[in-house]
């Protein structure tokens, strides 16, 4: 909870003043009391007094009086939201080598059901778009909160050669800023790229002006890959555009990571996680990177992700929830002075 500190001091100081100020009402009345000869004899005449009843009013209406001076410092306390406008890119690594059974069945399939699991426990409100990489990068899926386009653009993956890792950021950045004019071709070799011409109907980008990493909340990359670049964009050039424009690249590596050799239709290769550079793009966009040996610690990466993406900390002032409860309590005060006392204090 922070507070604006020139209300709190006053309302820090005048709060012990007003206690004192009752005390001294109190020793007062002591002071010019009337002296009896016998105080059994006026009791009998009055009846039973109010006791320690007569002290609850007063000390309702200094809490009172606390709460309406603390809100005038007007407190802020930050609050665990729901996220709105949330646009969530999946770019998922499609090249040969996903056809690895280390993860059982084997890598292709748990990203697959992983990667469904995770769109079906999404709130609805949530757009999730779907990208495909391997020796080049395409979007299969344009962000919807259609789920059953998502899950249906996910079954369509064809294994393809390469493993162009920079090229599934850069197209994942080109499809959460359509209008930004990003062109992967003018980023890397040619070998896979696909580049995206700007339209001629349309107006030239703005100029770009930089932001802080992960300072932009409505979106989100989630990047999951087993393997090396091979070719295309540098993915470390690629995360470079993503924390300039404040994007969170969250990185999740799939497989072994002491590499594995594989086979097919005559040809082998030997593939090997690259820890190193998912780190560090992740890293660079102020994000996490994540490890899954197994398809269940693929999805319990998933589960950690839609909580922390679709939940977002905003600062909510709530003066008037204390202003409310203060006038309660000085009601309540007024109320059982009147009825114990005969008075309002």
């Known amino acids: 909870m922070t507070l604006l500190w020139p209300d709190w001091l006053w309302s820090l100081l005048l709060l012990p003043l007003l206690v004192l100020l009752y005390l001294r009402l109190l020793a007062r009345r002591k002071k010019h009391s009337v002296r009896l000869a016998s105080v059994a004899i006026v009791r009998q005449a009055l009846g039973p007094g109010p006791g320690w009843r007569r002290h609850v009013p007063p000390l309702l209406l200094l809490a009172a009086l606390a709460l309406l001076l603390f809100a005038t410092a007007r407190p802020v306390v930050k609050l665990k939201l729901p996220a709105r406008d949330q646009t969530i890119i999946l770019a998922m690594d499609v090249s040969g080598s996903m056809r690895a059974t280390d993860v059982k069945p084997n890598r292709m399939v748990a990203a697959q059901e992983a990667a469904k699991s995770f769109i079906a426990d999404l709130p609805r409100h949530v757009r999730v778009g779907i990208v495909a990489f391997a020796g080049s990068a395409q979007v299969t899926q344009l962000p919807t909160v259609n789920r059953d386009d998502l899950t249906a653009a996910i079954d369509s993956f064809q294994l393809q050669r390469g493993t162009a890792t920079g090229n599934g950021i850069m197209m994942s950045l080109a499809t959460l800023f359509p209008d930004a004019g990003i062109d992967i071709a003018a980023l890397g070799p040619r070998d896979g790229a696909r580049p995206l011409r700007a339209d001629p109907a349309k ?143």
Do not use: C, H
């Open 203 to 345: 107006p030239p980008p703005k100029e770009f002006t930089p932001v802080e990493p992960g300072s932009y909340n409505s979106a989100a990359i989630i990047m999951l890959t087993d393997g090396q670049r091979t070719t295309g964009v540098d993915p470390l050039e690629a995360a470079k555009m993503a924390a300039e424009r404040g994007v969170r690249v969250y990185t999740v590596g799939i497989g072994t990571v002491d590499g594995e050799t594989i086979g097919f239709e005559g040809w082998s290769m030997r593939v090997r996680l690259d820890e190193e550079t998912l780190k560090s793009v992740a890293q660079r966009t102020q994000a996490e990177y994540f490890y899954a040996g197994t398809a269940a610690d693929l999805k319990k990466v998933y589960e950690t992700l839609s909580t922390r993406l679709t939940v977002e900390k905003k600062e909510t002032e709530v003066s008037g929830l204390f202003a409310l409860v203060g006038a309660v309590l000085a009601l309540l005060s007024a109320t059982l002075s009147l009825w114990w006392l005969g008075r309002i204090l």
